[in-house]
């Protein structure tokens, strides 16, 4: 089988790891009494609200996706929505609570999708704080890679940092977790999306790549 390398920020099990991102959590002064119901598209923003006394049980919860929600609860929260993956997905899902409720996004500094301009646009009432911010690690730059690697990225930041200190190969498989990161890989590399926005499914294709002769 050809070798697997998941490039993320956490590694995950059965496959090499390269961790070209760090992440730098911010604090800004945040009244989370004002909010009816807060809004997640990462585990990371998940990790920087645990920096904050919150009443979970007062908020609704919405995450971009299955296992972002499974981590909103094993943080505390109570009443939790899960989108399919996608950002763009999200409007829709805030539109069942109504266009009176009163949410806050806890961003990165930077972000892949205009969703919560769109969110607005359509009457809702989102205001955003930016709690982390994801940085290249340097520390990740000397790990040789096999010409015929199975490559996992899981972001388009994951894709940037890889590129600083690395270079993709025509005889590389990539895997990209979801159309986002897909789209943001360079114009002359394809790649192939897993079946879910998930580590886990983008892992269960790349090791179906990896056993076989397939591109």
């Not at 009244?31 to 119901?37: A, H, I, R």
């Not at 979970?56 to 972002?68: K, N, Y």
Request: hydrophobic share 40%; proline share 5%.
């Amino acid at each position: 089988m050809r070798p697997i390398y998941l490039i993320s920020k956490t590694p995950y099990p059965g496959v090499s790891h390269i961790p070209v991102l760090s992440i730098r959590f911010l604090t800004p002064s945040i009244d989370f009494s004002k909010y009816d119901g807060i809004i997640f598209t990462s585990k990371q923003g998940i990790e920087a609200a645990k920096r904050y006394d919150i009443d979970w049980s007062a908020l609704l919860c919405v995450s971009v996706s299955e296992p972002t929600a499974k981590f909103a609860k094993k943080a505390g929260a109570v009443h939790v929505i899960a989108g399919d993956g996608y950002g763009e997905t999200i409007p829709s899902l805030l539109q069942t609570a109504g266009s009176s409720t009163r949410w806050l996004y806890l961003r990165p500094e930077t972000v892949a999708s205009a969703w919560a301009d769109t969110a607005r646009a359509s009457g809702l009432n989102v205001d955003e704080a930016v709690v982390y911010e994801t940085v290249c690690n340097p520390d990740a730059a000397n790990v040789s890679i096999e010409t015929d690697a199975v490559l996992i990225f899981t972001s388009p930041s994951s894709i940037r940092c890889f590129l600083q200190n690395y270079s993709l190969l025509k005889s590389h498989t990539v895997v990209a977790i979801g159309m986002t990161t897909l789209n943001a890989l360079p114009c002359d590399i394809e790649g192939k999306t897993s079946a879910y926005t998930s580590v886990e499914s983008a892992v269960e294709l790349a090791r179906k790549l990896a056993q076989s002769d397939e591109k």
